[in-house]
Each structure stands twice: as C-alpha cells, then as structure tokens.
C-alpha cells in the first residue's frame, strides 16, 4: 500500500487501507501485534482522561506510564498492569524508546515543549495537551521539527472536533453572517494570582519527583497547594493562566474559521506585573490582517476573571442577548454569531435568520483521529502546523500581560516585538541544563 506525506507533514495513505491494517509511520516500526503503544506522561488529572480516551480505541495498546507523583501513576498502572512505568520521561526514552509507537503529554504546560521535542527526536507521533507549549519560541520549535520529521501530531482541543464547534467553522465560511470585523472572546474563570511571592515551604511528599515536577523551571521549594495538582496554572513559571488555559479552545474556532495567521501586535489591560501570578482579570487587544473571511482588519479582543463576560456597553450586542460564562461573539458586516464555549452556535438578529437551517457536519473522535492518523488511516484535525501559531497568538496575548497597555508591535516572521526589546525575553526559556533537549 502506497502512503506519501502531505503538505502539512501528514501521512497520506490510500483509501483501500483495511481497518486492521498498521501503516508504518516514517522512523519506526509496526508493532508484532499490530497495534500502536502508546506512552503516557502524566497521567493524573486530565492526562487520566486522556489515557482512557486513547485507551479506548481498539487499536491501542497502553505499553508506558510515567508521572512524577507515584500516587497518580499507581491509580493509572491499576487500570493498565502490563504498562511499563517510570517517573522520568527523559529515562524512559532511553529505556524503552524502541518499545513505544507513540507518545501522550499530558503535563502541566511548562513540560508540554521538553517532552514533545523529546518525542519528536525520536520520530514520534505526539499528542500534546493544550497550550501546545509555555513560550512562544517552544511553539515554534515543535511546528518545524514536528514538520520535518513528518509523523502525526494534534493538540488536546477536544472540542475542536466536536459538532457545535465544526458546525460554526462551516457557517462563518459560508458566509451566514458575512465578512467578519470583529471577535470578542471570554472565559470567567479566574487562573489568576495577584498576591506576592511565597515565603513558606515544605518537604514535597515522599511521593512527588520534585525535581522532576519543576523540570526546566528554575529549583525552588515546595509549598503545598501552590503548584501540584492544577494549581500551576496561575503562575507565570509554570502555566498560562486563563488565556492559555480556556483561551485555547475559545481561540481554537474563530482562528480556524476566519483562517487566521498571526496578529500584528497585542496589547493588555490588567494589574501591573508581579513576577510572581498571572494577573486575575485582563483584557486583551488583538489586530489580525484580514483574510478571505474578514474585513480589511481583524479586532479581537479577550476578557476573562470578573471582565468576563464583556458588558454589553463594551459590544453593541443584539438586543435581549444574554452571555454564556465563556464562548465567543463573531460581529460580522451581516449579523452575529455567538458561539457558547459548550452549546450550539446562534445566530442574531434572530427575526434575520429565522428560517436559517444550520450545516449537517460529521462527528469525529479528537482522541481516535490521532491514533488513526498513526495507523495511517486518517489526518488529524489539529496537527501541529494548525496548533503552533494558534499557541503563538495566544502566547504573545500572555507576553503582553507582563507590560499593560503597552502595544506588542509583533514580527512573526522574525519571532519578535519590534517595538519593546525586554517582551523579546519572554519569548524563550533558559532551560535548567539537565533537562535540556535538541532543538529547544
Ligand atoms: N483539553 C482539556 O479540556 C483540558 C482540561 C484540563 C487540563 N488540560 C491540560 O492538561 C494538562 C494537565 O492539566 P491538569 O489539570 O491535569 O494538571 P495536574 O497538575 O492536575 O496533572 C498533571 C499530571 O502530570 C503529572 N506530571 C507533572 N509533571 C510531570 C512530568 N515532568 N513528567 C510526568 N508527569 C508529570 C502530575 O503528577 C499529574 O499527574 C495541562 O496542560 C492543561 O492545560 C486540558
């Protein structure tokens, strides 16, 4: 059976492939059993539910777990006993790289980069959790060696899959409301935190890899419930806060539908910085060149904690229109669509699109569509060339709260602001050199 790689560095395989059939992707093997093995880093909290998504596919074969915290890698071990497990991820590539098809990460954001680049170096296929990556120049990195390297990637955008998500990308392209002018996008969620630095700490438990768990951050000590579990997300080492966390599926569908590149620069309203916490409330100014769906520019602006959702004097909105907590509003030249993070897009003003009947669209598993991607059966939705400059608009969104109301003047092409020479510091991480990899 014939298979080529795509433009997008997807395996392109014929139709004729028999459902059974495992199609070698470039660099490794089939396995005997004809089943892709898969690895898992990090398998607590959302990487649990990653482990039984892509554990559910009947192609799936779980061979590895690895987590720092050996509690959580006990629960997963319990549901898969013949997994191999490590708490290291750099250890279990030495030991069993050959043993392994595929790779799942499903760390807290400031590991997605190392441990993906360090799949990547092995000609894997990655799945990585949302944000793709903690910088900027990470998402940069993966998009271009995760290209050259040619196997099947995907961003955990679940939703990006889902039919209320699909069905909106498919009526903004055909145009129900127009060119689009403006999008306005909201979480009120609050991964924020506005307080100082911590000065108490404590032993990490005896079953936390703490060195491990801060990776290529910086040591520090340990304070309970400030880092592990969930919790690093509101911290600028370590998570994205709520743009990084809930702007990425919010993002995902007007980025996708309006077939956006990069912005020309972002700006932040917020509290000035700390070094310490995202701030707990801000509101962020996107330009966006115009494309095939748009006006000439696009605004986009983001809110979340207490200015989420946007007060109606902020949008001249529909009459009656009620906000969803999180979603987004598209401002077309011929109506709106507002599209709740969870429910179906709707169209305004409603007496307009009464009779409106909303596009068929075909339901597909995010999880099952990267797995039949490695099996050669498939193309998966949110690859890496897709995900890397989402990840970089929304980052540069999150470089920006480090410097309120200043405009982030933004050179993609260069990887850099042009106008404020000390955001270009927060674009890449100086790794701690035990955790150093090629091509980060
Ligand atoms: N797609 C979604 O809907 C969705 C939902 C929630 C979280 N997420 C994403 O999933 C990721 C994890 O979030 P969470 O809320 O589960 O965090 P968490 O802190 O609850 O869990 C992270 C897990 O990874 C383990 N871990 C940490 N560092 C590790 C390392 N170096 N090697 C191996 N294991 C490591 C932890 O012990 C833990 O089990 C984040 O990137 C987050 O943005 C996505």
């Not at 690895?39 to 990653?50: L, N, Q, R």
């Not at 009620?322 to 599209?339: A, D, I, N, R, T």
Request: net charge negative; charged share 20%.
């Amino acid at each position: 059976m014939a298979f080529s790689l795509d433009r997008r560095g997807f395996l392109k395989a014929g139709a004729a492939l028999a459902s059974t059939t495992l199609v070698p992707v470039r660099g490794r093997a089939a396995s005997p059993n004809g089943r892709l093995r898969t690895a898992h880093i990090g398998v607590g909290g959302m990487g649990g539910a990653d482990l039984r998504s892509i554990a559910s596919h009947p192609q799936v074969e779980v061979a590895v777990l690895c987590d720092v915290d050996q509690t959580r890698l006990a629960a997963a071990h319990e549901q898969h006993p013949g997994a191999k497990t490590f708490q290291d991820y750099r250890e279990m590539f030495s030991a069993l790289g050959d043993s392994f098809d595929a790779v799942v990460v499903s760390t807290p954001d400031h590991t997605h980069a190392p441990a993906a680049m360090m799949a990547l170096q092995h000609d894997k296929p990655v799945y990585c959790q949302k944000p793709l990556t903690h910088e900027v120049f990470e998402a940069r990195q993966l998009r271009k060696v995760a290209a050259q390297k040619g196997v099947p990637t995907q961003m955990g955008i679940q939703v990006h899959s889902s039919a209320p998500y699909r069905r909106a990308v498919k009526m903004i392209q055909s145009g129900v409301i127009g060119k689009v002018s403006q999008v306005h996008a909201w979480s009120n969620k609050n991964w924020g935190y506005d307080g100082p630095a911590f000065t108490t700490s404590a032993a990490p438990p005896e079953t936390l890899a703490w060195n491990l768990w801060l990776g290529v951050c910086d040591e520090r000590p340990y304070v309970p419930e400030v880092y592990h579990p969930g919790q690093w997300r509101k911290l600028i080492d370590f998570g994205t806060g709520t743009l990084g966390d809930m702007g990425v599926h919010i993002f995902d569908t007007p980025y996708d539908a309006l077939q956006l590149t990069a912005p020309r620069w972002a700006k932040t309203t917020c509290r000035p910085p700390t070094g310490v916490g995202h701030p707990t409330q801000n509101i962020v100014e996107y330009e966006f060149p115009g494309t095939a769906q748009t006006t000439d520019t696009l605004r986009w602006t983001w809110y979340d904690g207490d200015f989420a959702p946007p007060k109606s004097e902020q949008l001249q909105l529909p009459e009656g229109l009620q906000l969803p907590g999180q979603g987004s509003l598209f401002v077309g030249e011929g109506g709106y669509m507002l599209l709740p993070h969870v429910g179906e897009p709707q169209l305004f003003p409603e007496k307009q699109f009464r009779d409106y009947q909303p596009p068929e669209v075909e339901v597909v598993s995010h999880y099952h569509q990267w797995v039949d991607a490695c099996r050669g059966e498939a193309k998966t939705s949110a690859g890496f060339d897709y995900a890397g400059p989402l990840t970089e608009a929304l980052l540069l969104g999150v470089v920006a709260n480090r410097f309120p109301e200043k405009q982030l003047e933004w050179d993609a092409e260069q990887l850099q602001v042009t106008n404020l020479p000390e955001a270009n510091e927060l674009l890449r991480r100086k790794y701690r050199e035990e955790f150093q990899v090629a091509g980060l």
